[in-house]
């Protein structure tokens, strides 16, 4: 090791030391607390949650109903009580020797409706993504009953398609809004964190605040800085241990 190169790895692994316990300060939500405050499988599995108008988050179908006004899906009020969710739900393409079997990260049956809703995090689609669901999930069912949604944190359409007419299938919906949304759900309903299903609403809501629910130039320089380099402070934390 170079001289002096000891001392300034040293100075680094204090001020890392420092940023890492600032950071952690600003942040209490579960998934932050357990690392996955990024991961799309996670997000998609809380989202499916509070779609589920029959799980215990205590908001019944209004997270359904905003997120279909959000996505312009023009449904009957009437089956939103009824309306099943399921997620990584398949079906199989390409019958045959070669199977190919196309997921959706949050499928949603309303009726005679079905939402398919593919979440994007930081992983960006693939080429063939759009036109594979749209082939499965389009399948003898008609165009006006088969809906497709693309979640991302800013709300664009897909970049990576194989025609332009398979992507304007996917109504983008953005994380931002959504946020605001639910937090608006929850005020109205006065959830203060009184059962478990509250509490845990109410932590995603932290999480989707902290994530993608505010502006980034409405937000302070120093959360701003953290969000800047997480990445970089995730990678050096990897590289210490």
């Not at 939500?29 to 991961?39: F, H, N, P, S």
């Not at 079997?101 to 930081?122: N, P, W, Y």
Request: glycine residues 8%; hydrophobic residues 40%; contains cysteine.
């Amino acid at each position: 090791m170079a001289r002096g190169a000891g001392k300034t790895v040293q100075y680094w692994e204090q001020q890392f030391t420092e940023l890492r316990r600032e950071w952690h300060a600003l942040r209490g939500d579960l998934l932050t607390v357990a690392g996955v405050q990024r991961r799309e499988v996670r997000h998609s599995a809380v989202i499916g949650w509070l779609l589920d108008p029959h799980a215990g988050h205590g908001l019944g179908t209004g997270v359904l109903e905003q997120f279909l006004a959000l996505a312009e899906i023009p449904v009957t009020p009437g089956d939103l009580a009824s309306a099943t969710v399921a997620l990584e739900a398949g079906r199989v393409t390409r019958p045959g020797v070669r199977k190919r079997k196309v997921r959706a990260d949050i499928l949603v049956r309303i009726g005679s409706a079905l939402v398919v809703v593919e979440t994007k995090v930081d992983d960006r689609d693939r080429r063939d993504q759009c036109a594979s669901e749209v082939a499965s999930f389009s399948k003898g069912r008609a165009s006006d009953q088969t809906f497709f949604v693309f979640l991302t944190p800013d709300g664009k359409p897909p970049k990576h398609y194989v025609s332009p007419s398979e992507a304007e299938r996917f109504r983008p919906v953005s994380f931002r809004d959504l946020s605001h949304r639910l937090s608006d759900l929850i005020d109205g309903a006065g959830l203060t964190g009184r059962s478990a299903g509250e509490r845990a609403v109410l932590s995603y809501r932290d999480t989707l605040t902290a994530e993608f629910g505010t502006a980034r130039d409405e937000l302070d320089p120093t959360t701003l800085f953290y969000l800047r380099n997480q990445t970089i402070l995730d990678t050096w934390e990897s590289a210490r241990k």
